[in-house]
């Protein structure tokens, strides 16, 4: 499986931004698509992630002001930013779980939230 994530950059803060992430490949099931940070000196995180039956789930730093959802036919999934703040700034990872429990990380793309 190969992830290709995409939409990171540098906004102000109360801007949005909005990441996209592709699964590719062939011979996989997804079971949960998602998206982790990890800001400098700091561990990586959950921001959400999302399962093929549609539950969500948030990290209560993100709540209200993200949303992920998922276009199961592409195997893509997306995290609308909305409201971001400089504490947001870090590499998001796009993660895909499948069915079988392996698990794929992307590549990481940056995102910058100026004050």
């Known amino acids: 499986v190969q992830l290709q994530a995409s939409g990171g950059g540098l906004v102000q803060a109360g801007g949005s931004l909005r990441l996209s992430c592709a699964a590719s490949?062939?011979?996989?099931?997804?079971?949960?698509m998602g998206w982790y940070r990890q800001a400098p000196g700091k561990q990586r995180e959950l921001v959400a992630t999302?399962?093929?039956?549609?539950?969500?789930n948030y990290a209560d730093s993100v709540k209200g002001r993200f949303t992920i959802s998922r276009d199961s036919a592409k195997n893509t999934v997306y995290l609308q930013m909305n409201s971001l703040k400089p504490e947001d700034t870090a590499v998001y990872y796009c993660?895909?779980?499948?069915?079988?429990?392996?698990?794929?990380w992307g590549q990481g793309t940056q995102v910058t939230v100026s004050s």
């Open positions: 490949g062939s011979g996989f099931s997804i079971n949960r």
């Open positions: 999302t399962t093929t039956g549609g539950s969500t």
């Open positions: 993660h895909v779980r499948t069915v079988v429990f392996t698990n794929y």
